[in-house]
Structures are given as C-alpha cells and as structure tokens.
C-alpha cells in the first residue's frame, strides 16, 4: 500500500485544493456548549458549598447513577483504575490468590489485580465478542483463584451467561471491569451487576465523560459496598456511604485517598440529563460507519454484534474496525488529519510489567491477532455525517489505491 500513500499529493501544477477538514480523534466541543448553562449551575452549587470533594454533588451523582444502573450501592472514587482495585479488596480478593483476566484489554484491568496484591492469571478472548471466552477461563482456575474479571469491550458485554456458569461451577467470585460498559444491560440487568460487583469509569472520552479523572464502584452486596466505601477514604470507620453525615477518623484498614471531586460529579450529574440521546447518537454513527465501509476491500470486519439467546443492548463507546495494513492505513489517516487509536497494541500478557508471568508470543493467539488487526475511528456525539464521510472516502481511497 506504500504507492498509495506516496501518490496522493497532487502535483505542483494542480491548483491548490482546500485544505481538507480534520477530524480529531475525540472532541466533546459542542457538547459541551450546548450543556453548559447545565453544567455552569451544578458547578456553581458546588462553589457555594465550598466543599471540592466527596460532598453533595458526588452524593448526588451516586444516587442517580444508581437510579440509571439499578444498583443497589454506588461508590464514587476518583477513577476507573482505583474503582477495579477497591472492588478487588472490598471483594475479599486476597494476597496471594488468582483472578482470571482477559489477555487483550486496557492494562488496568490486570494491573489492578496487581496493586490488590494478588496475580492476574490470562485467559484469550472470543475474537467474535473480543472479550473473555468463557471455555478459556473455565481453562485458567486453578485452587487459588478467588474471581474471574470479564471485561466488556467497545460495544458489547462478554458471554455472561458462559462466564457466570463457569464461576458457579468452580465457585468463584465474578467481577466485571464494567468500566466501558454504562447502558449495557444482560436481560435487564445492567453492566457491573452480574457478579459480586463492577465499576464504570468517567474518563473523557467514556460514554459518559467527566472534565477530567472520575469513577465508580457498582455493586448489590452491602458489605462488598461497605468495605469500599472505607478503603476509598483511608480505611476510616464509621458512616462512610452516608458520608456527608461524616466519619470517623479511625482508620481500620490501610485505604487509600480515592475520593471523587465534587466538579467532576456536577459535569457528570449534567452530561448524564443527555446519556440516553447521546447513545441514540452513537448508534446513529455506528450505523453510518458500517453503511460506508462494509463492503471497502481491506477492511476485514465492521463491529459484529453477537446473536445471543440472551437479550443484550449493544451501546457503542468505540467504533472499531479489523483492517489489513493496520499502521499503513492510521499513518495515512494522520496525514490526512483524521485522528485513530489503537485499543490496544500490546496484549496484556506481553506488557513488560507482566513480564514476571513468563508468556512468550503465541499464548493468547485471538488477543494477538485483534492487536494486530484493530483500528479505532473517530467517534462521539458531536462526530457529523460529513466527517463520517470523510473518514470513509479516505480508508476506501487508501485500499482501492484512488485519491482524494
Ligand atoms: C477506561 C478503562 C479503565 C480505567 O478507567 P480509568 O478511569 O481511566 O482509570 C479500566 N478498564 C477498561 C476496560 C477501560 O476502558
């Protein structure tokens, strides 16, 4: 494909053409205008407080989301990551013991394992769902595995009916890494509540994004929800989930300091009043996206939604494609000033810092080849059908050697 990347400058004697409209990878511009006199108030209520973290606007936003999801508890910390690591201990995962992990995820989802003191063993995915192949991590158990961590990838949720059937049948805990997962529900029961417990994270570019770092711990197990509470605000004791009430400043665990601003909550509590528009959006997009680029050669597969007996909701948060040339075609859309991603490049068990567990290439064959296959487009509420066209007319130019 080297050719077609080196003819696509026209010739000094062409005339100059307009310069062609970028695309960035992510923005939330206009959305953010648009929800500003919301977002001004709740910020503003926030101000008058004068309390910047783990105040009314978080008690509030954990209120609403656990209105949205269904959970029973809902646990604001200060990220996804640190939401993984205390569902880890709140859970009773312990030192020492195993959590099934897929091989092909954000390196949170293992590394958390790690910061909980205990080792995260990989299982390969289904390359259909990308997520957890049930059958591979029934593989993975062994006596000290204390929870399997599904997690849900880009559009869909993992085989939970496969995956909680193999940890019923070995008796261990299912935590789902539920971090990209909000609107996706499993016969009705939302995302992160299939299993002991689950988190969401609200990094900017989720599907429900903050200004900044924020996350959440879902669970429908009071002491699971307890001991998170506690370990988010230093292990103190006390009335720690009614924390405006106030605690007390024993501490009877080492926690840590995760606690969820305040400004953070208010852009969320107002983003949230445009969730389920901005999902409809997002579908939208996806289908456009499918539309133009099902049948371009060289592009090997648009997002699959798996045909289950169960009744799921796939919610886009990622657009994502299988291609041939995968670096050829994202340096030519760089050029072409058309943002991508790849999630993700590296599969979890050839992380150098999971170098220790000794996996060599060839481990996880379906985690290998969707890091080597996978290319993220452009996608967010405020994405325009021009821009999608934009996208596509330059991949179909790149495969079928055309210019734009
Ligand atoms: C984003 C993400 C996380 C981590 O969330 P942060 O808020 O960025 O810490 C964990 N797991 C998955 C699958 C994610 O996509």
Known sequence: ????????????????????????????????????????????????????????????????????????????????????????????????????????????????????????????????????????????????????????????????????????????????????????????????????????????????????????ILTGDPAVAERAAILRHHGRMGKTIDH????????????????????QAAVLLAKLTRLDQDIARRAELAAAYDERLRDVPGVLRTPVVAQREDETNPVFYVYLIEVEDRDALAAHLADQGIGTEIYYPTPLHLQPCFADLGHRPGDFPNAEAACARTIALPFYPDLTIDDVDRVCDVIRAFYTGRTT
Do not use: C
């Open 1 to 216: 494909m080297s050719d077609v990347m080196s003819d696509t400058v026209g010739s000094p004697s062409a005339p100059a053409a307009a310069p062609a409209r970028e695309v960035p990878f992510f923005t939330q511009a206009s959305s953010f205008e648009a929800l500003w006199p919301e977002i001004a108030r709740q910020v503003n209520k926030v101000m008058d407080r004068g309390k910047y973290s783990h105040g009314r606007q978080v008690a509030q936003l954990e209120k609403a989301i656990a209105a949205y999801t269904g959970a029973p508890y809902a646990i604001g910390v200060n990220n996804g990551t640190d939401a993984l690591v205390l569902l880890l201990r709140a859970a009773g995962v312990e030192p020492g013991q195993e959590v099934v992990v897929p091989a092909f995820s954000f390196v949170a989802s293992a590394s958390s394992v790690v910061l909980a003191r205990a080792k995260p063993v990989f299982a390969d995915i289904d390359p259909e769902t990308y997520s957890l192949d049930p059958e591979a991590a029934a593989a993975a158990v062994t006596p000290r595995t204390a929870a399997i961590m599904p997690v849900h990838l880009f559009w869909q949720m993992a085989d939970m009916r496969g995956i909680l059937e193999v940890a019923r049948r070995h008796d261990v805990a299912v935590l789902e890494d539920s971090a990209e997962a909000i609107g996706m529900r499993w016969n009705g029961v939302h995302a992160g509540l299939l299993g002991k417990g689950g988190v969401l994270s609200f990094f900017p570019t989720k599907t429900l994004g903050a200004l900044g770092d924020a996350g959440m």
């Open 244 to 263: 405006i009430a106030g605690i007390s400043n024993l501490s009877g665990v080492s926690g840590t300091n995760s606690k969820m601003d305040d400004i």
